[in-house]
């Protein structure tokens, strides 16, 4: 009798164990196939770019963007996937929410941000901006890069509003914007500009 209860114990944490693996929850070992080193990811990190990162709904720059994270924001590292963090926040204004965010838009929890986040600026996804250079206009590229094609340059005060980004490319910061006179395109976040500023 107790060897019959021992195997059926014995039985359903193997079943448990199984299942959890199969969850679907983000692993903790970055890497893939059987060679896969196992690597402990961070308890917390924290964003460190000026113009923040995206908590997104999967780890891709592609995915939905559930919430725009400012600079210095404070993450707790649930997994790990490819170089993205599946990671929960939670402020004083919003509840606790689950997304991923990009690994080069974050470093240590204790990062010192004085200075990182000195003129840091965060832009929400639907939100207006204007376009502000020093001389010149703003070209609105097709990709995220200073190279790459654009269609249009604009002078400073065009409206647009915030579809994607920020997307870090070398020492840059991109966002994908629009307005109903030139369309979609990539602008450098340095030249774009909140209303409330």
Known sequence: MAMRMLRRSWLVLVLVVVILS????PAQASGSG?????????????????FGAALRSAPSSN??????????????????????????YVDAVTPTTTGWVGGARVGPANTPLAQICANA?????GEHVYTHVASGCLSLRVSTSR???????????????I????????????????????????????????YSQ
Not at 22 to 25: E, L, P, R, T, V
Not at 121 to 125: A, D, W, Y
């Open 121 to 125: 600026v965060t832009f929400q996804i």
């Open 34 to 50: 059987a060679a896969a080193t196992r690597q402990a990811s961070p308890a917390a990190v924290t964003v460190i770019k000026r």
């Open 63 to 88: 995915s939905y963007v559930k919430h725009m994270l400012g600079c210095g924001a404070y993450l707790r590292v649930l997994g790990t996937s490819n170089g993205w963090y599946y990671v929960s």
């Open 22 to 25: 199969g969850s679907g929850a």
């Open 147 to 161: 190279s790459a094609v654009y269609h249009y340059c604009v002078s400073n005060g065009h409206d647009y509003v």
């Open 163 to 194: 579809l994607n980004g920020p997307i870090g490319v070398g020492q840059d910061d991109w966002f994908e914007v629009t307005s109903r006179s030139t369309g979609t395109g990539w602008a450098l976040a340095q030249y774009l500009r909140p």
